[in-house]
DNA sequence: CTCATGTCGCAACCTTTGGTTGCACATAAT
DNA sequence: ATTATGTGCAACCAAAGGTTGCGACATGAG
Protein backbone atom coordinates (compact mmCIF):
# COMPACT_ATOMS: atom_id res chain seq x y z
CA UNK A 1 0.00 0.00 0.00
CA UNK A 2 1.43 3.72 -1.08
CA UNK A 3 1.77 5.53 2.19
CA UNK A 4 -0.16 8.62 1.12
CA UNK A 5 2.63 10.83 2.92
CA UNK A 6 6.43 10.08 2.51
CA UNK A 7 8.95 12.16 3.21
CA UNK A 8 9.72 12.92 -0.62
CA UNK A 9 6.98 15.30 -0.10
CA UNK A 10 7.75 17.32 2.47
CA UNK A 11 10.02 19.78 1.14
CA UNK A 12 7.56 20.36 -2.09
CA UNK A 13 5.04 20.86 0.24
CA UNK A 14 6.35 23.58 2.22
CA UNK A 15 7.29 25.11 -1.08
CA UNK A 16 4.11 25.35 -2.04
CA UNK A 17 2.17 25.66 1.41
CA UNK A 18 2.83 29.05 1.84
CA UNK A 19 0.10 31.40 -0.09
CA UNK A 20 3.00 34.60 -0.93
CA UNK A 21 4.91 31.52 -2.53
CA UNK A 22 1.66 30.11 -4.11
CA UNK A 23 1.00 34.03 -5.81
CA UNK A 24 4.55 34.47 -6.51
CA UNK A 25 4.39 31.35 -8.83
CA UNK A 26 1.26 32.62 -10.19
CA UNK A 27 2.86 35.38 -11.06
CA UNK A 28 5.91 34.58 -12.97
CA UNK A 29 3.65 32.15 -14.86
CA UNK A 30 1.59 34.41 -15.89
CA UNK A 31 4.53 37.30 -16.65
CA UNK A 32 7.13 34.49 -18.07
CA UNK A 33 9.49 35.83 -15.49
CA UNK A 34 10.23 38.45 -13.34
CA UNK A 35 12.67 39.65 -10.74
CA UNK A 36 12.15 40.31 -6.58
CA UNK A 37 11.55 44.24 -7.23
CA UNK A 38 9.17 43.38 -9.58
CA UNK A 39 7.19 40.93 -7.93
CA UNK A 40 7.67 42.75 -4.50
CA UNK A 41 5.75 45.48 -6.61
CA UNK A 42 2.50 42.94 -6.73
CA UNK A 43 2.34 41.88 -3.82
CA UNK A 44 1.91 42.77 -0.26
CA UNK A 45 5.48 42.18 0.73
CA UNK A 46 8.65 43.73 0.63
CA UNK A 47 11.13 42.97 -1.59
CA UNK A 48 13.29 41.16 1.22
CA UNK A 49 10.70 38.93 1.89
CA UNK A 50 10.32 37.82 -2.02
CA UNK A 51 14.11 37.81 -2.14
CA UNK A 52 13.86 35.19 1.08
CA UNK A 53 11.19 33.06 -0.58
CA UNK A 54 12.87 33.07 -4.38
CA UNK A 55 15.51 31.09 -2.21
CA UNK A 56 13.17 28.97 -0.91
CA UNK A 57 11.71 28.02 -4.48
CA UNK A 58 15.13 28.29 -6.30
CA UNK A 59 16.15 25.34 -3.48
CA UNK A 60 13.41 23.42 -4.32
CA UNK A 61 14.12 23.60 -8.04
CA UNK A 62 11.08 25.36 -8.65
CA UNK A 63 12.34 28.31 -10.28
CA UNK A 64 15.82 29.09 -11.36
CA UNK A 65 18.26 33.09 -11.83
CA UNK A 66 19.53 34.28 -14.82
CA UNK A 67 21.68 37.42 -13.78
CA UNK A 68 20.96 39.72 -16.35
CA UNK A 69 22.91 43.28 -16.14
CA UNK A 70 22.39 44.38 -12.20
CA UNK A 71 18.81 42.66 -12.62
CA UNK A 72 17.88 38.80 -11.27
CA UNK A 73 15.43 37.65 -13.58
CA UNK A 74 13.49 34.54 -11.94
CA UNK A 75 12.02 31.81 -14.60
CA UNK A 76 9.79 28.95 -13.44
CA UNK A 77 11.40 25.75 -14.13
CA UNK A 78 8.30 24.08 -15.90
CA UNK A 79 9.23 20.69 -15.89
CA UNK A 80 9.85 20.85 -11.93
CA UNK A 81 6.25 22.28 -11.63
CA UNK A 82 4.74 19.87 -13.82
CA UNK A 83 5.77 16.94 -11.43
CA UNK A 84 5.16 19.26 -8.35
CA UNK A 85 1.87 19.15 -9.70
CA UNK A 86 1.37 15.36 -10.00
CA UNK A 87 3.10 15.02 -6.10
CA UNK A 88 0.12 17.26 -4.91
CA UNK A 89 -2.24 15.48 -6.97
CA UNK A 90 -1.53 11.92 -5.65
CA UNK A 91 -1.69 13.03 -2.59
CA UNK A 92 -5.25 14.22 -3.18
CA UNK A 93 -5.66 11.29 -5.25
CA UNK A 94 -4.95 8.91 -1.96
CA UNK A 95 -7.13 10.15 0.31
CA UNK A 96 -9.69 9.60 -2.32
CA UNK A 97 -9.27 6.39 -2.38
CA UNK A 98 -9.06 5.47 1.19
CA UNK A 99 -12.74 8.21 1.76
CA UNK A 100 -14.10 6.01 -0.86
CA UNK A 101 -12.94 2.53 0.96
CA UNK A 102 -13.84 3.27 4.48
CA UNK A 103 -17.69 4.44 2.33
CA UNK A 104 -17.81 1.04 0.63
CA UNK A 105 -17.04 -0.51 4.08
CA UNK A 106 -19.38 1.30 6.15
CA UNK A 107 -22.25 0.38 3.42
CA UNK A 108 -20.89 -3.43 3.68
CA UNK A 109 -21.85 -3.17 7.62
CA UNK A 110 -24.85 -1.85 6.85
CA UNK A 111 -25.83 -4.40 4.73
CA UNK A 112 -24.52 -7.19 6.88
CA UNK A 113 -26.33 -5.43 10.36
CA UNK A 114 -29.57 -5.87 8.07
CA UNK A 115 -29.43 -9.45 6.91
CA UNK A 116 -28.48 -10.64 10.16
CA UNK A 117 -30.86 -8.31 12.38
CA UNK A 118 -28.31 -7.32 14.91
CA UNK A 119 -29.04 -4.18 16.38
CA UNK A 120 -25.18 -3.17 17.45
CA UNK A 121 -26.16 0.33 19.64
CA UNK A 122 -23.13 -0.32 22.51
CA UNK B 1 -9.86 34.00 -16.25
CA UNK B 2 -9.93 32.43 -12.70
CA UNK B 3 -7.22 33.75 -10.06
CA UNK B 4 -5.33 30.11 -9.53
CA UNK B 5 -4.55 31.54 -5.97
CA UNK B 6 -7.83 32.87 -4.10
CA UNK B 7 -7.64 34.37 -0.42
CA UNK B 8 -10.66 30.90 0.39
CA UNK B 9 -7.86 28.60 -0.09
CA UNK B 10 -5.64 29.72 1.98
CA UNK B 11 -7.00 28.05 5.64
CA UNK B 12 -7.56 24.99 3.68
CA UNK B 13 -3.94 24.79 2.32
CA UNK B 14 -2.44 26.32 5.68
CA UNK B 15 -4.25 22.86 7.43
CA UNK B 16 -3.06 20.49 4.80
CA UNK B 17 0.28 22.34 4.18
CA UNK B 18 2.21 21.06 7.35
CA UNK B 19 3.63 17.55 7.30
CA UNK B 20 2.53 16.27 10.70
CA UNK B 21 -1.07 17.20 10.38
CA UNK B 22 -1.06 15.12 6.68
CA UNK B 23 0.14 12.25 8.83
CA UNK B 24 -2.35 12.71 11.29
CA UNK B 25 -5.34 12.52 8.41
CA UNK B 26 -3.43 9.45 6.94
CA UNK B 27 -3.79 7.51 10.41
CA UNK B 28 -7.25 8.74 11.50
CA UNK B 29 -8.68 7.67 7.75
CA UNK B 30 -6.47 4.21 8.41
CA UNK B 31 -7.47 3.66 11.89
CA UNK B 32 -11.46 5.28 11.19
CA UNK B 33 -10.44 8.28 13.89
CA UNK B 34 -8.32 8.67 17.36
CA UNK B 35 -7.55 10.11 20.07
CA UNK B 36 -4.16 12.67 20.88
CA UNK B 37 -2.94 9.99 22.73
CA UNK B 38 -3.26 7.29 20.58
CA UNK B 39 -2.03 9.22 17.52
CA UNK B 40 0.97 10.68 19.43
CA UNK B 41 1.81 6.86 20.07
CA UNK B 42 2.36 6.49 16.40
CA UNK B 43 4.13 10.02 15.18
CA UNK B 44 7.16 11.09 16.34
CA UNK B 45 5.69 14.66 18.48
CA UNK B 46 4.46 14.56 21.36
CA UNK B 47 0.45 14.93 22.36
CA UNK B 48 0.35 17.95 23.10
CA UNK B 49 1.95 18.99 19.86
CA UNK B 50 -0.98 16.30 18.25
CA UNK B 51 -3.66 18.14 19.81
CA UNK B 52 -2.87 21.66 18.56
CA UNK B 53 -2.53 20.07 15.19
CA UNK B 54 -6.23 18.47 16.11
CA UNK B 55 -7.25 21.89 16.88
CA UNK B 56 -6.21 23.30 13.89
CA UNK B 57 -8.13 20.62 11.46
CA UNK B 58 -10.87 21.10 13.71
CA UNK B 59 -11.00 24.70 13.16
CA UNK B 60 -10.72 23.64 9.58
CA UNK B 61 -13.47 21.58 9.43
CA UNK B 62 -11.53 18.70 8.37
CA UNK B 63 -12.20 16.56 11.38
CA UNK B 64 -14.49 16.72 14.73
CA UNK B 65 -14.49 15.59 18.39
CA UNK B 66 -16.86 13.20 20.35
CA UNK B 67 -16.23 13.02 23.93
CA UNK B 68 -16.23 9.66 25.01
CA UNK B 69 -15.96 8.91 28.72
CA UNK B 70 -12.38 10.17 29.75
CA UNK B 71 -11.26 10.18 26.14
CA UNK B 72 -11.84 12.62 23.22
CA UNK B 73 -12.41 10.75 19.93
CA UNK B 74 -11.56 12.67 16.93
CA UNK B 75 -13.14 11.40 13.51
CA UNK B 76 -12.40 13.12 9.71
CA UNK B 77 -15.08 14.46 8.32
CA UNK B 78 -15.19 13.13 4.96
CA UNK B 79 -16.99 15.81 2.88
CA UNK B 80 -15.19 18.20 4.15
CA UNK B 81 -11.70 16.65 3.10
CA UNK B 82 -13.38 15.57 0.12
CA UNK B 83 -14.41 18.99 -0.39
CA UNK B 84 -10.49 20.24 0.42
CA UNK B 85 -8.81 17.45 -2.42
CA UNK B 86 -10.92 19.09 -4.65
CA UNK B 87 -9.85 22.56 -3.91
CA UNK B 88 -6.58 21.34 -3.79
CA UNK B 89 -6.59 19.40 -7.45
CA UNK B 90 -8.07 22.74 -8.94
CA UNK B 91 -5.17 25.01 -8.20
CA UNK B 92 -2.91 22.32 -9.39
CA UNK B 93 -4.84 22.06 -12.85
CA UNK B 94 -4.46 25.65 -13.08
CA UNK B 95 -1.22 25.61 -13.00
CA UNK B 96 -0.81 22.94 -15.79
CA UNK B 97 -2.99 25.07 -17.83
CA UNK B 98 -0.50 27.90 -17.63
CA UNK B 99 2.34 25.37 -18.33
CA UNK B 100 0.41 24.01 -21.23
CA UNK B 101 -0.28 27.68 -22.69
CA UNK B 102 3.13 28.68 -22.04
CA UNK B 103 4.61 25.49 -24.08
CA UNK B 104 2.03 26.16 -27.01
CA UNK B 105 3.07 29.65 -27.19
CA UNK B 106 6.51 28.94 -27.40
CA UNK B 107 6.11 26.55 -30.07
CA UNK B 108 4.15 29.28 -32.18
CA UNK B 109 7.11 31.82 -31.57
CA UNK B 110 9.70 29.03 -32.48
CA UNK B 111 7.27 28.17 -36.21
CA UNK B 112 6.68 31.52 -36.80
CA UNK B 113 10.62 32.46 -36.98
CA UNK B 114 11.25 29.32 -38.81
CA UNK B 115 9.01 30.33 -41.19
CA UNK B 116 9.96 34.42 -41.58
CA UNK B 117 13.49 33.23 -41.38
CA UNK B 118 14.16 35.43 -38.76
CA UNK B 119 17.40 34.47 -36.23
CA UNK B 120 16.38 35.93 -32.73
CA UNK B 121 19.10 35.02 -30.40
CA UNK B 122 19.85 37.88 -28.22
C1' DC C 1 -14.72 5.49 50.08
C1' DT C 2 -10.04 5.98 48.74
C1' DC C 3 -6.21 5.53 45.90
C1' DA C 4 -3.73 4.74 41.75
C1' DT C 5 -3.87 5.24 36.82
C1' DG C 6 -4.73 7.17 32.42
C1' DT C 7 -6.51 11.02 29.71
C1' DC C 8 -7.04 15.52 29.04
C1' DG C 9 -6.28 20.83 29.13
C1' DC C 10 -3.49 24.92 30.23
C1' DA C 11 0.74 27.81 30.67
C1' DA C 12 5.66 28.80 29.98
C1' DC C 13 9.34 28.35 27.08
C1' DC C 14 12.35 27.30 22.76
C1' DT C 15 13.17 27.28 17.69
C1' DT C 16 11.99 28.03 13.03
C1' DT C 17 9.99 30.84 9.57
C1' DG C 18 7.58 34.70 7.22
C1' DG C 19 8.08 39.55 7.50
C1' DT C 20 10.08 44.11 8.41
C1' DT C 21 13.62 47.98 8.55
C1' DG C 22 18.22 49.76 7.66
C1' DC C 23 22.47 49.94 5.37
C1' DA C 24 26.25 48.85 2.12
C1' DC C 25 27.49 47.55 -2.59
C1' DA C 26 27.09 47.25 -7.67
C1' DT C 27 25.49 48.73 -12.16
C1' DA C 28 22.98 52.11 -15.32
C1' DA C 29 21.80 56.53 -16.82
C1' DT C 30 22.64 61.60 -16.92
C1' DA D 1 31.41 62.08 -11.53
C1' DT D 2 26.94 61.98 -9.69
C1' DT D 3 22.55 60.27 -9.25
C1' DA D 4 19.26 56.67 -9.39
C1' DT D 5 17.84 51.89 -9.38
C1' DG D 6 18.50 46.79 -8.13
C1' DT D 7 20.62 43.62 -5.15
C1' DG D 8 22.51 41.43 -0.90
C1' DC D 9 23.39 41.07 4.10
C1' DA D 10 22.28 41.68 9.11
C1' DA D 11 19.42 42.73 13.03
C1' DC D 12 15.05 42.60 14.75
C1' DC D 13 9.83 41.16 15.38
C1' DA D 14 5.76 38.07 15.47
C1' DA D 15 3.46 33.80 14.55
C1' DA D 16 3.57 28.71 14.40
C1' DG D 17 5.33 23.95 15.47
C1' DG D 18 7.20 21.66 19.35
C1' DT D 19 8.63 20.62 24.15
C1' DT D 20 8.27 20.19 29.32
C1' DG D 21 5.70 20.62 33.55
C1' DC D 22 1.62 20.82 36.22
C1' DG D 23 -3.20 20.56 37.65
C1' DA D 24 -8.00 18.64 36.71
C1' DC D 25 -11.10 14.89 35.90
C1' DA D 26 -12.88 10.30 34.81
C1' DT D 27 -12.32 5.32 35.66
C1' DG D 28 -10.94 0.81 37.73
C1' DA D 29 -8.77 -1.61 41.97
C1' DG D 30 -8.21 -2.02 46.92
Known amino acids: MSPTTTAVDDDLWSAVGDPTRRRMLDL???????????????????????????GVLDRAGLVHATPAGR?????????????????????????????QRIRRIAEAIQRAERQTGESAED
Chains 1, 2 share one sequence.
Do not use: I, N
Open 28 to 54: LLGDGGGTATTLSGRLPVTRQAVAKHL
Open 71 to 99: ERRYEVDEAQLARAVAQLSSVGAAWDARL
